[in-house]
């Protein structure tokens, strides 16, 4: 059975820190791209940062860029999304969505809510 469960949202004042976990159980990851969503009550989900299967390059959003780091452990089928000098405007619900390039399958996980307070 599939699953893709992410971890370690929370509440957290501006200039603070969280990381993100997105764990999979059911599939291996390795030829999985995976990006990382976001959303905000009333706006369209939006990626702001992936990792690719071949060489681990990464792309962030210019508004994440420099604060968030994307990595994948594909031995622990775990991708991580550290974030550092949170702001308000980073409060959104954060998913991650894995597409494989090979069987084209896709997956969403359910999201976690990252509020950072002012």
């Known amino acids: 059975e599939v699953h893709v469960v992410e971890s370690g949202g929370g509440l957290v004042q501006a200039g603070g820190s969280l990381r993100l976990s997105c764990a999979v159980s059911?599939?291996?990851?390795?030829?999985?791209?995976i990006a990382w969503f976001r959303q905000v009550p009333g706006k369209e989900r939006k990626v702001f940062s992936s990792?690719?299967?071949?060489?681990?390059?990464?792309y962030y959003a210019d508004s994440v860029k420099g604060r968030f780091t994307i990595s994948r452990d594909n031995a622990k089928k775990t991708v991580f999304l550290q974030m550092n000098s949170l702001k308000p405007e980073d409060t959104a619900v954060y998913s991650c969505y894995l597409k494989s390039l090979t069987t084209w399958l896709d997956y969403w996980g359910q999201g976690t809510q990252v509020t950072v307070s002012s």
């Open positions: 059911g599939f291996q990851i390795s030829d999985y791209a």
């Open positions: 990792i690719s299967t071949f060489d681990n390059s990464t």
